[in-house]
């Protein structure tokens, strides 16, 4: 048995949902789940202890981060991210390529791999299918992300194909580098852009490695929520049944529920955490933004149906006051909040499936939320 696998506990009637449990070295973890993101080894402002208490077992760190600092060496001397960091619950790594593309400079692609300046001292970096997976091993992730390019949005066909054709290449290559155990945690990433020939031709091929698991990459890259949703409906179908699919990037709560519906099994953003240290917090009746004059005096929590430690301490105008006052403590409740926030939402999402009634909570989520 693979090393990380997903346990499907029931299949929607209705809907491709799928409730199940992600078995990892590192804990058994409830899907659909939402992965905290803790780009550099921390989810930003909170402690292990407080992402265990808001009720996740599993997060993602960047590998492009860590390799130019610290470095992954010192990590792996350090006796692995876990331990760096502390945190015993399951790591999932990315493999830089995206990274490079969202924030490396100059970069190049070649088919060896991408040479980029680094965003933080400008040096001259390169990252490869190689480097990626010996970096990853290092840091001693549960999942490791193949190293793919994230076509850009819009892309032509020509370029969409060239590409897909150069990530099934570097796939390849990834699982040569890993030792056999390691490839038990391999995850291949599909792309294709948004063209549908193209999206069962790289799915054809990076499913023949019969890997533990899938991505669908190149999606949430800019493009409208309806032909994310379209490239999903085609693209998700093509993937094994028994093998967790993962959504990259993913994202606000009509996507999270949209996605599960079209069977993605995990998924990670950055948006909970980012737009909560700029003052906006995730509730079910949509976004407050705390930080606006509108809480000044508003002495109730942000989300009275919130059982997280900021609920059930602390008022928007506490909470408000502290984030104009550029206080650090105003980030971390807004964080707490928001992650716990998509925890309590997933729980929903999988009581919904387990009572054949997702349908009908989406439903209520988004005229709650105020989606059309
Ligand atoms: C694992 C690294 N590879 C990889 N990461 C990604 C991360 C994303 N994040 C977003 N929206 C925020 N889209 C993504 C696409 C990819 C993608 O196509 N590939
Ligand atoms: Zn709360």
Redesign the pocket.
Known sequence: MAAVYLEILKEDSRTKARLGKLHTPHGTIDTPVFMPVGTQGTVKTMTPEEIKEIGAGMILSNTYHLFLRPGHELVREAGGLHRFMNWDGAILT??????VFSLGDMRTIREEGVEFRSHIDGSRQFLSPEISMQVQMSLGSDVV????E?APYPCTHTYAKDSLERTTRWLKRCKETLTTTDTQSLFG?V?GGMFEDLRRQSAAEITELDLPGY?I?????GEPKDIMYEVLDYTVPLLPREKPRYL????SPDALIEGVMRGIDMFD??LPTRIARNGTALTRFGKVIVRNAGSARDFGPIDPSCDCYTCRNYSRAYIRHLLKAEEILGLRLMSIHNLRYLQILMHEVREAIKEDRLPEYREKCFSDYGYE
């Not at 990315?94 to 990274?99: A, K, L, R």
């Open positions: 990315d493999s830089g390529g995206f990274q992300m193949a190293f793919d994230c990433i792309q991505a990459g190149g999606l949430s890259v990259m990037g993913v994202g953003c950055v």
